[in-house]
C-alpha cells in the first residue's frame, strides 16, 4: 500500500491543523477532500474540493446516498476537527470533540478507512500514575479530557488508527505563518510589549511549542506509508526551551520592534502570594491565571514533556529545527500580520 495515492477525508479544514495540512499537501500522492462546516471560516483560496458537512449532525448532515458515495471514496481520515478553545464547560466540548469523533469512527468502519487523529500532548496530564494531579479549576482540564476520551474511543472501536499529540502549536517553522493567532502567540504578544510583572512557571518544566508545519508534514507522510497504528508525540520533549530562553527570546524580538524589554522574573507558582495577585489590574491576572494553569499541565506531565521527536525526524523525515529559531519567526509573524 506504499505509495498508493490516497483519497483523504480531512475534518477541520479551516482550522490551524487543518490549513497548515492543505499548505503541505501539494505535490504528495493525495487527494484531499476538505471538509468545512457550512457558514464556517472560510478554506483558503485554491482549495480544489470542498464538502460542506458538519461532525456534529449524524452522517456529517449528509443524505445517506451522499455519505455512502463518500464513504466508498474515501480510504483515509485526518480528524483535525474540534473545539480547542480552552476554559469551556464540559458539555460544551462533547457535540464535537467527543460525539464528532464517534461519528468519525462510524464512518471509517463504514469505508474501511484508516483514522489520524489529532490529539493533544497536554493527555499525559490525566494519565494514571501522573507525578501531579491536575486540577478540575484548571483552564485546559475540560479540552483535555474531551480529547483523551476521544482517544479511549478510537482504541475501543478497534479501527486501524494513529493518534497525534502535539503539544502548543506555534507558526510555520520558516515563515512564522499561521492562519489565526493562538495562546503562544497573544501570550507572548504581552510579554513583548513588558506588561508581565513575572511570568509563573514550576521549577524544571520546559516551554514546549512546536511548528505546526512539522505537524503537518508528519501526518500527510503517516498517510503516504500507510501507517495504521502508533501514538506520536509532537513535541520538543528534552530539548524544548525553558522560561528564561523563552523570555531571552521576547526581549530579542522586542528590541527590534524599538522596544527595551526588562528583565522578566520567573516565579514557582507555588510560591505566589494570593494578595499580591489580587493587587494586580484584571488582565494581568488573567494573563497570569492562564500561564500558571499551563505550567499545571506540564508539570503534571513531568515537567518535559514526552516526545517522538528522534521517531519523526528518522521514519517521516521531519526537519531538525530549533524551537527558539522557529518561536522568533512566530512573533516576528504575529507582529507583522496579526497586531
Known amino acids: ?43 483558503p483560496a485554491g482549495t480544489e474540493e470542498v464538502l460542506g458537512a458538519d461532525l456534529a449532525q449524524p ?27 480552552w476554559g469551556l464547560p464540559d458539555e460544551r466540548y462533547k457535540p464535537v470533540n467527543v460525539d464528532g469523533t464517534r461519528r468519525v469512527i ?23 500514575g501522573a ?76 516551554i514546549d511549542v512546536v511548528p505546526q508545519d512539522l505537524l503537518a508534514k508528519a501526518v500527510l507522510r503517516a498517510v503516504e506509508l500507510g501507517d495504521d497504528e502508533g501514538a506520536f508525540w509532537v513535541t520538543y520533549g528534552d530539548e524544548a526551551m525553558d522560561m528564561e530562553r523563552a523570555v531571552e527570546v521576547c526581549a530579542k524580538h522586542a528590541a527590534t520592534l524599538g522596544r527595551t524589554l526588562k528583565p522578566v522574573p520567573v516565579t514557582d507558582p507555588d510560591a505566589l ?16 491565571s492562564v500561564l500558571r494553569d499551563v505550567s499545571e499541565v506540564t508539570r503534571c506531565s513531568g515537567g518535559v514533556l514526552p516526545t517522538s521527536m528522534p521517531e519523526l525526524r528518522e521514519r517521516y523525515g521531519i526537519p531538525h ?8 519567526r512566530t512573533l516576528e509573524y504575529a507582529s507583522a500580520h496579526l497586531s
Open 131 to 206: 507525578p501531579h494531579r491536575l486540577s478540575d479549576t484548571n483552564v485546559t482540564t475540560n479540552y483535555v479530557r474531551s480529547k483523551l476520551r476521544s482517544e479511549q474511543l478510537l482504541r475501543d472501536s478497534g479501527i486501524r488508527h494513529t493518534v497525534f499529540r502535539p503539544t502548543n502549536l506555534i507558526g510555520d517553522s520558516v515563515t512564522g505563518w499561521t492562519s489565526r493567532g493562538q495562546i503562544v502567540q497573544l501570550m507572548s504578544d504581552w510579554i513583548c510589549r513588558g506588561r508581565a510583572p513575572f511570568v509563573p512557571v514550576h521549577r524544571g518544566n520546559r
Open 59 to 85: 452522517r456529517f448532515g449528509l443524505d445517506e446516498d451522499s455519505y455512502a458515495a463518500l464513504a466508498r471514496d474515501v480510504d483515509t481520515v485526518i480528524h483535525s476537527a474540534g473545539l480547542t478553545e
Open 1 to 43: 500500500m506504499t505509495g498508493q495515492r490516497r483519497t483523504v477525508l480531512l475534518t477541520g479544514a479551516s482550522g490551524v491543523v487543518g490549513q497548515a495540512v492543505l499548505r503541505e499537501a501539494p505535490g504528495r500522492p493525495v487527494r484531499i477532500v476538505s471538509m468545512a462546516r457550512p457558514g464556517g471560516t472560510p478554506l
Open 106 to 128: 462510524d464512518f471509517a468502519q463504514r469505508a474501511g478507512a484508516t483514522v489520524h487523529f489529532m490529539s493533544t500532548a497536554f493527555v499525559a496530564a490525566l494519565f494514571t
Open 321 to 328: 529545527v530549533e524551537d527558539t529559531d522557529a518561536y522568533l
Open 273 to 288: 502570594d494570593p494578595e499580591e495577585l489580587r493587587r494586580l489590574p484584571p488582565p494581568a491576572r488573567s494573563y497570569l
